[in-house]
């Protein structure tokens, strides 16, 4: 693994060192949105053997790359391969989201739980990283990810997507022993997982935890963050030479950015409710931040579109250390020029910002 980065703004951005302009990628970058993605999704028949044929993984991660001049690349796969390394069963029904079943939901589950090797069972995420590097010649450099061990945790305890959380959460209040044990078991996995990816060649790490922000603040910070940040503490800081910088993204996390900085991470990601001038504030630029575009910025045009990216890099400010997203994942019926407008916007607008 020893091409050399042509560009690594992202990384640099990332470790808030200074850089030309303000690097650029997309949350489900690689999707339904994309006409290239859902050809090559008909050719694997399914999203899950989608994820696990390291050659398909590679084009559909690269696909995104080939349309516009995004700064980082994400593997391609989805938080939910632990789950399915772990036995639990996943399904992936059309239009119905995920399936996990055999969910989680005793005490007596919770102690028999299977802890997958991550070279074994989850053999075909790491070859998948290490054909994208190849691939990727240097180009951008690779995120890998998981998800946190509280939104993994919800879909192995609800069985699938849920509104209310009712299951994992009448868990947590009357049994959270066992509730910290799952947790506790996701959160070894994650580690290894993570750091099995950060061998096969990704070359930054963020956490996905969609769901923390159905927690309250006290719920939040014991049965979230802190798993969060024992996973940050658990990876491999440097590969090849270099930092592996790390982010923590929790949906809606608003008022909890503060102590999310707490963390051992380099970046945190922001969604759109958030100004991201308040986000620098609590993180008093200890931290960098990712984000924060509503994704439905998108349906407008692209000019309204450049208007909001000025307004998102304004509200950033001058300075390093951000990294612009959008606030969440980018939806399947946005048209893919508009992504392009946005793109577009930030690498021609964001110098000001540099100087
Ligand atoms: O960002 C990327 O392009 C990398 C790939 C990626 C996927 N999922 C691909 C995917 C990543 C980083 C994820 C993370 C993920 N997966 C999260 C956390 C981030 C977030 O969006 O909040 C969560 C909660 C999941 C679980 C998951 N996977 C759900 C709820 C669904 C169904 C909902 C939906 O959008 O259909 C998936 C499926 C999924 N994961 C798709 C993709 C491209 C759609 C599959 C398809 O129909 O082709």
Same mark, same amino acid.
Request: with cysteine; hydrophobic share 40%.
């Given at each position: 693994? #020893?091409d050399?980065?042509?560009n690594d703004?992202?990384l640099?951005?990332l470790?808030?060192?200074?850089t030309?302009?303000?690097?650029? @990628?997309m949350?489900?970058?690689a999707?339904?949105y994309l006409p290239e993605?859902?050809a090559?999704? !008909?050719?694997?028949?399914? +999203?899950?053997t989608?994820?696990?044929t390291?050659d398909l993984?590679c084009?559909?991660?690269?696909?995104?790359?080939?349309?516009?001049?995004?700064? *980082?690349?994400?593997?391609?796969s989805?938080?939910?391969?632990?789950p399915h390394a772990?036995?639990?069963?996943?399904k +992936?029904e059309?239009g119905?989201g995920?399936?996990?079943e055999?969910?989680?939901?005793c005490?007596?589950?919770v102690?028999?739980l *299977?802890?997958?090797?991550p070279n074994?069972?989850?053999?075909y995420v790491?070859?998948?990283?290490?054909?994208?590097?190849?691939e990727?010649?240097g180009?951008?450099p690779l $995120?890998?990810f *998981?998800?946190s061990? @509280?939104?993994v945790?919800?879909?192995?305890v609800e069985?699938?997507s849920?509104?209310? +959380?009712?299951?994992?959460k009448g868990?947590?209040y009357d049994d959270?022993? /066992?509730?910290h044990t799952?947790?506790?078991?996701?959160?070894?996995?994650?580690?290894?997982y993570? #750091?099995?990816?950060i061998?096969?060649?990704?070359q !930054?790490?963020?956490?996905?935890?969609? @769901?923390?922000n159905?927690l /309250?603040?006290? #719920?939040?910070?014991?049965?979230?963050?802190?798993y969060?940040?024992?996973i940050v503490? =658990?990876l491999q800081?440097e590969?090849?030479?270099?930092?592996?910088p790390?982010?923590?993204?929790?949906?809606?996390a608003?008022?909890l950015i503060?102590e $999310? !900085?707490?963390v051992?991470c380099?970046a945190?990601?922001?969604d @759109?409710t958030?100004?991201l001038?308040e986000?620098?504030?609590m993180?008093?630029d200890?931290?960098?931040l990712?984000? #924060?575009?509503?994704p439905?910025?998108?349906?407008? /045009?692209?000019e309204?579109?450049?208007?909001?990216?000025?307004?998102?890099?304004?509200?950033? =400010?001058y300075g390093?250390?951000?990294? +612009?997203?959008?606030?969440?994942?980018?939806?399947p019926?946005?048209?893919?020029?508009?992504?392009g407008?946005? $793109?577009k916007?930030?690498?021609?607008?964001s110098?000001a910002?540099?100087q």
């Amino acid at each position: 693994m #020893n091409d050399s980065l042509k560009n690594d703004v992202f990384l640099r951005a990332l470790l808030r060192q200074p850089t030309p302009y303000t690097p650029v @990628w997309m949350m489900r970058q690689a999707g339904r949105y994309l006409p290239e993605y859902r050809a090559t999704r !008909a050719k694997a028949g399914d +999203f899950l053997t989608l994820c696990q044929t390291p050659d398909l993984a590679c084009e559909v991660t690269l696909q995104p790359l080939e349309r516009y001049p995004l700064d *980082a690349a994400i593997l391609f796969s989805d938080i939910l391969t632990i789950p399915h390394a772990m036995g639990l069963g996943l399904k +992936f029904e059309t239009g119905e989201g995920p399936l996990i079943e055999r969910p989680i939901r005793c005490a007596t589950d919770v102690v028999s739980l *299977a802890k997958p090797d991550p070279n074994q069972e989850l053999r075909y995420v790491m070859d998948a990283v290490s054909l994208i590097r190849k691939e990727l010649n240097g180009r951008v450099p690779l $995120i890998g990810f *998981a998800g946190s061990p @509280w939104t993994v945790g919800t879909y192995c305890v609800e069985g699938g997507s849920s509104r209310d +959380f009712a299951r994992i959460k009448g868990m947590m209040y009357d049994d959270p022993k /066992s509730l910290h044990t799952l947790l506790s078991t996701l959160t070894d996995i994650t580690i290894n997982y993570l #750091n099995s990816q950060i061998a096969a060649g990704a070359q !930054a790490i963020m956490i996905f935890d969609t @769901w923390g922000n159905v927690l /309250s603040p006290a #719920n939040y910070r014991e049965f979230s963050l802190h798993y969060m940040s024992r996973i940050v503490d =658990g990876l491999q800081r440097e590969a090849d030479g270099r930092i592996v910088p790390r982010i923590v993204f929790t949906k809606g996390a608003g008022p909890l950015i503060a102590e $999310i !900085a707490k963390v051992n991470c380099d970046a945190i990601g922001v969604d @759109w409710t958030t100004d991201l001038s308040e986000a620098r504030r609590m993180v008093s630029d200890s931290k960098a931040l990712q984000g #924060n575009l509503d994704p439905c910025v998108l349906y407008a /045009s692209p000019e309204k579109i450049r208007e909001q990216v000025a307004k998102v890099l304004a509200s950033y =400010g001058y300075g390093n250390g951000h990294v +612009f997203n959008l606030g969440h994942g980018i939806h399947p019926t946005i048209n893919p020029e508009h992504a392009g407008a946005m $793109i577009k916007a930030v690498h021609e607008l964001s110098p000001a910002f540099h100087q």
